[in-house]
């Protein structure tokens, strides 16, 4: 993503559609039909039972996943963004997302953004690192973080480029009540610019939206 681009995204709006909405796994019911729109500035909370598709509607939104049944668009300022270009827009934080052990905070952060055709990468890494309070920790190797750490450093990696939408699967895990609350501003300053969705079953998070999305899936992946 440009520099331009990177800026643009401070002043658009951004809006999230989904029509009977389903996906399976083999057997395996993952997302039961659901539909909602969400329109930006908003922060929205999906809950629902264990294996009800709080992770699979997520990937689902970002472009990782492609439905089997029904819809999900989005679009950004006006303008609908295919899946395979939505990276470029969202930033997704959830318990599967991994970094380079070998590499420290610093490097994975400047890495990424360097993908993203950031245009410093090096700052770019140790902004996203200040906003989640782990500048200090910069140099240190991923292997040595501890996993309240690494889960900060998920954060940092989802605002990394400044997305209009910002995805979050339990963003509160592993994290004390000091993570918690940088958990709440992180969702509170990032709603005032776009579209924040948090897949979530913790009270603390799903007030922190003004909007929720109950998935009424039987949970578990059972067959249906």
């Not at 729109?37 to 629902?48: E, N, Q, S």
């Not at 700052?123 to 973080?145: F, I, K, N, S």
Request: net charge positive; hydrophobic share 45%; proline share 4%.
């Amino acid at each position: 993503m440009s520099a331009a681009l990177a800026a643009a995204t401070a002043a658009v709006t951004a809006t999230c559609e989904a029509h009977d909405l389903a996906h399976r796994f083999g057997a395996r019911s993952a997302l039961e039909p659901v539909s909602f729109t969400l329109a930006g500035p908003i922060a929205a909370a999906v809950t629902g039972p264990n294996g009800s598709g709080k992770t699979t509607l997520l990937r689902i939104v970002s472009g990782l996943l492609r439905a089997r049944r029904g819809r999900c668009t989005l679009a950004i300022g006006g303008r609908d963004v295919a899946p395979g270009e939505r990276r470029h827009w969202v930033g997704y934080a959830g318990p599967a997302l991994s970094f380079y052990d070998e590499l420290t905070a610093g490097e994975n952060l400047a890495f990424a953004a360097e993908t993203r055709g950031l245009a410093e990468p090096g700052r770019a890494a140790l902004a996203a690192l200040e906003r989640v309070g782990l500048a200090a920790r910069a140099g240190d190797r991923v292997a040595a973080l501890s996993s309240g750490m690494t889960q900060r450093l998920r954060l940092a990696f989802a605002v990394l480029h400044r997305p209009p939408v910002l995805l979050l699967d339990e963003p509160g895990s592993h994290l004390d009540d000091e993570g918690r609350a940088l958990v709440a501003r992180l969702v509170d300053e990032e709603r005032r610019r776009g579209l924040v969705l948090i897949a979530t079953n913790d009270e603390r998070e799903w007030r922190l939206a003004e909007q929720r999305i109950e998935l009424r899936g039987r949970g578990l992946g059972h067959p249906a």
